[in-house]
């Protein structure tokens, strides 16, 4: 049996949420990023779930795609 793409996939954990730079109707949450502090809109389930990380006392887990990005290139020596 074959296992799908889903199915590998669903081990992994990475920041799938999407933002704005301004308030839409679903994302109506402030979150800043965790690395360069950018203040950016979320959903209530991205925000509740950030908000809720942050008071178990980890760090902020919300980074921007542009510090993903530039964390990519550094963790593969570009």
Do not use: W
Request: net charge negative; charged share 25%.
């Amino acid at each position: 049996m074959q296992a799908s793409r889903a199915q590998f996939d669903a081990d992994r954990v990475e920041n799938r949420s999407t933002y704005t730079k301004f308030p839409t109707n679903t994302n109506q949450y402030s979150l800043n990023c965790g690395i360069c502090n950018q203040s950016l809109y979320v959903d209530k389930q991205t925000y509740e779930s950030t908000v809720n990380a942050i008071e178990k006392g980890l760090d902020n887990p919300f980074v921007c795609e542009d510090c993903q990005a530039e964390y990519a290139e550094l963790e593969h020596g570009h």
